[in-house]
């Protein structure tokens, strides 16, 4: 499984940004995909999950602000991320797993990451 992030940048506090991965290869083997973040000097983070059945899980510094959603079809996972803060700068890893999304130890598969930077 192949994991490219795309869409991160520079965006200052209260924005939005839409931040997507692409994925290919062997997908029938994944149960769920999702974003993990890693700001500087900090452990890798779980943001959101979105399993094969479309259910979600987000962390609840994010609860309410980031949105994340997947195009089976064009095999294509994102996050909407409104009402940005600058605690959430981090580097947004995309992620896919046959099993556990956490934790970041037990994930099967890693994105290299796509930067966000929120300024004030």
């Known amino acids: 499984v192949q994991l490219v992030e795309s869409g991160g940048g520079l965006v200052k506090v209260g924005g939005s940004l839409r931040i997507s991965c692409a994925a290919s290869g062997s997908l029938f083997s994944i149960n769920a995909m999702g974003w993990y973040r890693q700001a500087p000097g900090r452990e890798r983070d779980l943001v959101a999950v979105i399993n094969n059945g479309g259910v979600t899980y987000y962390a609840d510094l994010v609860k309410g602000r980031f949105t994340i959603s997947r195009d089976n079809l064009k095999n294509m996972l994102y996050l909407q991320m409104n009402s940005l803060k600058p605690e959430d700068t981090a580097m947004y890893y995309c992620?896919?797993?046959?099993?556990?999304?956490?934790?970041?130890?037990?994930?099967?598969?890693w994105g290299q990451g796509t930067r966000v930077t929120v300024s004030s």
């Open positions: 992620v896919a797993a046959r099993g556990p999304m956490a934790p970041a130890s037990l994930v099967s598969y």
